[in-house]
């Protein structure tokens, strides 16, 4: 029998301690109406001191275990999308899956910076579709505010912290209608690594490091390769952009995310945005955002959900969804 991964559940967590851009303004030569001409960002949310990315995770995951009724015991998988771990081993994963009450199954971290989700999501699919899990548990998870150079307004403006989760199931595949995830298309270039990269790790300068990144380029190259991965899944799946309900896509800058709506024709009330109260909150981006779309109410039983991100490696991706 064939399976199909069906989401079940969502979940999110933003930790309390709000950063206004009047707030960034009295530290750094920047202003509210700079940054939101940029970047579309008005806020970001902090991790509180102590908060650490597992937490974050933690209390993402339990809400899309409530949302879905399913108790942690029953997951059978579970993998964290993050790139700000709390140690550089064991996994973050394996803290989360013991927190959660999850003691069979296999839990791991994934890095993939802001694509982080969509390759998480591409991996318990896989699994699910090759039989060797029956539930699974999705998170995106970033505490990004500890990696950031606070006096570089040309990045410390752009990040948040946050997480988001889901809950697959595997459901027979019956037919093209069946709701759940319809495919995932995933792409990477090394060759433009130092394009958006921290400039540290364990095995260099056994420091955690600061962000760095050629924001041209990366606009440059985040429009057209995103435009590309969806046009891929629209082909794979022998849709056309008409047929879209929701874009849900990496918040990084708002003009690339109005960039790709009007490429794909949606009216801007079909495209999920959280950029101005979230900022980037790299791998928890897109599931904060489709966790508000679906708890709202806006993304309903059989809408057709795009996906898309990219990230540093660079890194990019595209997911189509069946809700």
Not at 60 to 82: F, K, N, Y
Not at 270 to 285: E, G, L, M, Q, Y
Request: hydrophobic share 45%; proline share 3%; net charge negative.
């Amino acid at each position: 029998m064939q399976f199909r991964s069906r989401v079940i559940g969502c979940g999110a967590y933003l930790p309390e301690r709000i950063l206004t851009n009047a707030e960034l303004a009295q530290r750094i030569d920047t202003s509210d109406e700079w940054i939101v001409q940029r970047t579309g960002i008005r806020q970001r949310h902090i991790a509180a001191e102590g908060e650490l990315c597992s937490d974050l995770a933690r209390r993402a995951a339990q809400r899309a275990l409530a949302d879905a009724g399913v108790a942690g015991s029953e997951l059978d998988l579970l993998i964290l999308a993050t790139t700000t771990p709390d140690n550089t081993f064991p996994a973050t994963a394996a803290k989360v899956q013991a927190q959660l009450g999850m003691t069979t199954g296999c839990a791991f971290d994934i890095q993939a910076v802001c694509s982080g989700f969509v390759y998480g999501l591409a991996v318990a699919d896989n699994f699910i579709k090759a039989g060797q899990a029956r539930s699974a548990m999705v998170i995106g998870a970033e505490t990004f505010s500890r990696i950031l150079d606070w006096q570089d307004r040309g990045t410390c403006v752009l990040f948040g912290d946050g997480a988001g989760a889901v809950v697959l199931r595997a459901a027979p595949l019956e037919g093209p209608h069946d709701r759940g995830i319809l495919s995932t298309h995933l792409h990477s270039d090394g060759r433009d690594y130092k394009m958006l990269y921290v400039d540290g790790g364990p095995s260099s300068t056994q420091t955690a490091g600061v962000v760095h990144m050629d924001g041209r380029e990366v606009f440059r190259n985040a429009v057209n390769r995103l435009a590309e991965a969806v046009d891929e899944a629209l082909l794979a799946n022998r849709l056309s952009a008409a047929d879209i309900d929701w874009l849900v896509p990496h918040q990084a800058n708002r003009r690339i995310i109005d960039s790709m709506g009007k490429k794909l024709g949606l009216d801007g009330r079909k495209v999920v945005v959280t950029i101005d109260r979230h900022a980037n909150t790299s791998a928890a981006s897109i599931p904060l955002a489709l966790a508000e779309a679906a708890g709202d109410g806006r993304i309903q039983p059989g809408h057709l959900v795009l996906m898309e991100a990219m990230g540093g490696g660079l890194t990019w991706g595209a997911s189509l969804v069946r809700w």
